[in-house]
């Protein structure tokens, strides 16, 4: 009842008097603590401290023996060696011849006693040596300091003798000391160790203690590393030979050295490893980690081979990396801490460790007599409370911080529906939340213990995940499905360590995961068919091709395009449009498996991917495809409608894009059309695949570029009938190289830079250049009044290439006046308004405009009172067989009339025999075009000649030339 009524506020209602209770606070939190303090520090300075007497160095003789010696054969050989003080011997039997003092006191109290500061297995055999006299043995004792012999007062010799077998190599001395002072010492060094022990032992229990109720490895580390500091300080004080007041046998003393030595190294590594963590990068920290396990490796095999001699050595270069390590560790860390405490604790740390590393190499030197023992066990002692106080420091803030994100959790749990939990070391789950049993399935009544995380979710790195946490980033993770036809989910984990425990939470976001899943499906997939859209196929094929160039794994792609649906959209509506989609993709999909893909690009295109198959081993498949397609009408209500189909099917290469995978089965398609077949078939080496890749690739280049090395031009001559030799006209013509065994068809790259849209590009570039090598070479130009350029019809309803174009040639106004353009009559009559502004515009420019390939196909001639045309180029077709009947030499007849009575000027191309040539020139045509006077040139040969006769090869032609050349001149 006493005790309670002490420890518990009293039940009176009347309050202490406030004045009372400061003063009683006053004394037990300062006044009190400040006595003991003072008498601490007061019995320190003040107490009557042992005298620091030290012993007398005797001069003394060494003789390591490697075979037994009597003691006469010790003496004479002794006798011849030099007088040392001190002397490093090594393990195994060593004489000694010490020379005593001549004068001695008669006091007793200066009765003298010999020391040798070593310790023995054995005890040596010690005599007292004169000239001429018997040896008298001397009584040995083993004491705290090393092995002690009282000599007889006065000694009745003026040397000692001494035989030791030392287990480990020492550095030997003798000592002569008083009696009196060798008692001092040995008590003195007695209370040195008892506090160095005392000290530290009482300090490692009690953090050991902490570690084990507390559940803290790193406390536990720290107890340990300051036992194995204990002994490499007492062994650095000459003390290591005992251990709460037992003895350890020499022969084993040199193998706890080694395992100390080891010990310490690795402990020291984690502790300061973990001490600079916080104010180290995470790369910093794992190098430090791997550089020290690779040393703790070196030094355990170092110390497990070498021989006792070298551990000394290795002692003291142990100390000195480590030192090392220390001095660059806290010069990095020193512009990186975030508060100054962290600092201060760190320079103490590290000058704590310094002075115990220097006590390190003292010993490893064998320089252990230089250090007192009572300066040098406080100094030891206050070292290791310098760094226990830093660890301590250290891992309570990383408790409060832990502490801190705990409460961050918890805060943000009741704000959002967070799970939380905590795993033991084991991984088992020690604590779980409401939330965190609603989140996984867990009933209230259930055993946490018995259940571990790897039972709901895959192992992860609780150290990355830990770190992510810190930067504010989640990890998203998914549970482990109880079956296959269970429903996936997901969570967002955060987690952060405490010790070997884990404090972390989860949030559910199966629901968002689930709705981010069907928004990608319909970024993917096509809403109408429930098929896959062009981003979803190009994505499916990417990874089809990363499977062929990885693995070599071949894969098929057919391109279909359906006929007639644009008419059926407007003559029935888009909703029947739209059904027969359905329809065909239904069919579509009855035919191919699972693992083939079905994706719809454009209104009537589609794409079968056909992943681990050949082009070859699918044909099959595709003509079954459209069989089913074109044999059978598709029904919507009443109205049955008929489709027709076409499809190209290609092997992709695995050079190829999706984009490029796409164009080429788009040209095999394309090819079917023009064929008439149902499906054409690209195999892996076909040459018109390789010539799409070409195509590609050229058109890539001029996209990227402008230019490309792969296409060039040629110039025909055009001549004049009027006026043969007096003009040297041509037509700028687009050539294409050839790659090797595959010669490009010019014909069939500006077909497939049409239908790709990239016959812009190739306008561009034939404008550009031609118009540069005239402003290069216009010396030499000075016959030519005309050169003819061929403008396609996609660039000529291109507003934004019209705008470019006209830019281009209001760079060079003077050659632009040289220019006919030439259009196509077919594109021209598409819109005769658009048509007559751009031939207008042209003409204000100084340039002309002919209409290319008049006649073909189109009964044109009342449309060319509607075009300012300013030539017209009559069709080749016309002009090749045009002897071969009446009626052809009649329509060209009438055309050229019709020309002349326009205004107009006729050039004749394809002209390639001399009586065509002589038929176009009665008729009255102004230009002639064709093998009969020239094939295209290289630039070169036009620049070399002044007119256009060197350019024929047929004698006749020539001769006609001249004939008509010389009858226009007279």
């Known amino acids: 009842m006493a005790i309670k009524t002490l420890f518990s506020r009293s039940s009176s209602p009347t309050p202490p008097h406030p004045a009372t209770g400061r003063i009683w606070s006053f004394l037990l939190y300062i006044g009190i603590p400040l006595l003991i303090a003072l008498t601490l520090a007061a019995s320190l300075l003040l107490q009557p401290r042992y005298t620091d007497a030290t012993g007398q160095p005797l001069t ?109 190599p020492a550095r030997l001395s003798i000592e002569q000391w008083p009696r009196p002072a060798l008692a001092g010492a040995t008590a003195h060094t007695a209370q040195a160790i008892g506090l160095l022990e005392g000290g530290l032992l009482a300090l490692a229990a009690f953090l050991a203690i902490i570690a ?60 300061f490893t973990m001490l600079f963590q916080p104010s180290l990068d995470a790369a910093i920290t794992r190098r430090l980690r791997r550089v020290g396990r690779i040393s703790a490796i070196a030094l355990f095999l170092a110390l497990l081979a070498l021989p006792a001699d070298w551990v000394q050595f290795i002692t003291f270069l142990t100390a000195w990396l480590a030192t090392a390590l220390v001095a660059v560790t806290l010069t990095y860390g020193l512009f990186r801490f975030n508060t100054r405490s962290q600092l201060w604790h760190t320079i103490g740390v590290c000058l704590a ?118 930067q504010g980033r989640d990890t998203e993770i998914q549970r482990i499905q109880a079956s296959p036809d269970a429903t996936p989910r997901s969570f967002l984990l955060r987690a952060t360590l405490v010790g070997s425990r884990i404090e972390g939470s989860l949030q559910d976001i199966s629901a968002r995961t689930e709705t981010i899943r069907k928004l990608r499906l319909m970024a993917d997939n096509d809403p109408l068919t429930d098929t896959l859209n062009r981003r979803g196929i190009e994505k499916t094929m990417q990874t089809a091709i990363e499977d062929l160039q990885q693995t070599k794994t071949p894969c098929a792609l057919a391109f279909l ?74 029904y919507v209500g009443e109205r049955a409608f008929q489709l027709k189909s076409a499809m190209g099917l290609i092997d992709i ?22 064929q008439h077949q149902d499906v054409v078939l690209y195999e892996e080496n076909a040459r018109e695949l390789f010539d799409h890749i070409d195509e590609m690739h050229l058109f890539e280049q001029l996209e990227s570029t402008g230019t490309s090395e792969d296409i060039y031009l040629e110039m025909q001559p055009i001549m004049s009938l009027r006026h043969p030799l007096q003009t040297l006209n041509f037509e700028a013509l687009l050539r294409v190289r050839t790659t090797g065994a595959r010669p490009l068809q010019t014909g069939k790259i500006i077909q497939a830079a049409e239908d790709s849209g990239m016959v812009t590009a190739i306008d561009k570039w034939v404008f550009t250049t031609l118009l540069e090598w005239m402003a290069k070479h216009h010396l030499k130009l000075g016959q030519t009044r005309q050169v003819n350029v061929n403008l396609s019809g996609v660039s000529l309803n291109d507003d934004r290439f019209i705008n470019v174009l006209f830019g281009i040639l209001n760079q060079q106004p003077q050659f632009t006046r040289r220019l006919c353009v030439e ?69 060209v007849n009438s055309i050229v009339d019709l020309a002349h009575n326009l205004g107009m000027e006729c050039i004749a191309e394809w002209v390639e025999d001399v009586a065509t040539l002589r038929a176009l020139t009665d008729m009255g045509v102004d230009y002639v075009q064709g093998y009969v006077i020239s094939g295209s040139r290289p630039p070169m040969d036009i620049l070399a000649c002044d007119n256009i006769l060197p350019l024929v090869g047929d004698p006749a032609v020539r001769a006609y030339i001249e004939e008509i050349s010389g009858r226009r001149l007279s």
Request: glycine share 6%; hydrophobic share 45%; net charge neutral.
């Open 653 to 674: 290469d695995r050079t190829m894009s999706p984009k490029d995978a796409i164009a080429a089965a788009s040209r095999a398609c394309r090819d079917a059309r023009k």
């Open 561 to 634: 395009d359906l006929d007639h649906l644009k008419r059926v959209n407007d003559l029935f509506g888009h909703s029947t449009g739209d059904t027969l989609l359905q329809m065909v993709c239904e069919r579509l999909k009855y035919s191919i498996t699972e693992d083939q893909h079905l994706g719809r690009i454009g209104n009537d295109e589609f794409l079968i991917l056909f992943p681990g198959k050949r082009a070859s081993e699918v044909r099959r498949v595709a003509q079954d495809m459209i069989e089913s397609l074109n044999s059978s009408a598709l």
């Open 823 to 891: 259009i196509t009559e077919g594109v021209a009559l598409q819109d005769l308004e658009r048509t007559r502004q751009f031939m207008r515009r042209l003409q204000r420019m100084g340039a002309r405009v002919a209409l290319d390939d008049f006649g073909a196909g189109y009964t044109s001639f009342s449309y060319l009172k509607e075009l300012p045309a300013d030539m017209i180029k009559i069709d080749g077709t016309l002009i090749r067989d045009m002897l071969a009947s009446e009626a052809n030499i009649a329509i």
């Open 212 to 271: 084990l109720t507390m559940r803290e490895p790193p406390y536990l580390v720290l107890a340990c590393w300051i036992l194995c500091s204990m002994r490499l300080g007492a062994w650095a004080l000459g003390w290591d030979h005992q251990f709460l007041g037992a003895i350890i046998p020499p022969d084993a003393l040199a193998w706890v050295r080694k395992l100390t030595i080891l010990l310490h190294y690795i402990l020291t590594v984690q502790l």
């Open 60 to 168: 003394a003789r060494f003789l390591p023996a490697a075979s037994a010696l009597s003691t006469q054969q010790a003496l004479a050989q002794l006798r011849s060696r030099p007088t040392r003080l001190a002397e490093s011997v090594p393990a195994g039997p060593v004489w000694l011849l010490a020379d005593l003092p001549a004068d001695h006191s008669a006091d007793a109290t200066r009765r003298s006693a010999l020391l040798l500061p070593v310790h023995t297995a054995q005890a040596p055999a010690c005599w007292l040596a004169s000239a001429g006299e018997p040896l008298t043995a001397l009584s040995v004792q083993n004491g705290l300091l090393g092995q002690q012999m009282r000599l007889p007062h006065p000694p009745a010799a003026d040397q000692v003798l001494c035989r030791l077998d030392l287990s480990i």
């Open 353 to 470: 460790l310094a002075i115990l590393l220097t006590g390190l190499i003292l010993a490893g030197l064998g320089r252990t007599s230089l250090i007192s023992p009572f300066p040098g066990a406080g100094a030891l002692l206050l070292c290791n409370l310098l760094i226990a106080l830093a660890a301590a420091d250290r891992m309570r803030e990383d408790r409060q911080l832990r502490l801190r994100q705990r409460n961050d959790l918890i805060a943000h749990d009741t704000l959002t529906p967070l799970g939380l939990f905590t795993l033991g070391a084991t991984r088992h789950f020690e604590h779980l939340s409401p939330n965190a049993r609603d989140i996984l399935d867990i009933g209230r009544q259930a055993d946490l213990h018995a259940l571990a995380w790897n039972d709901f979710f895959p192992k992860v790195d609780w150290l990355a995940i830990s770190v992510a946490t810190e």
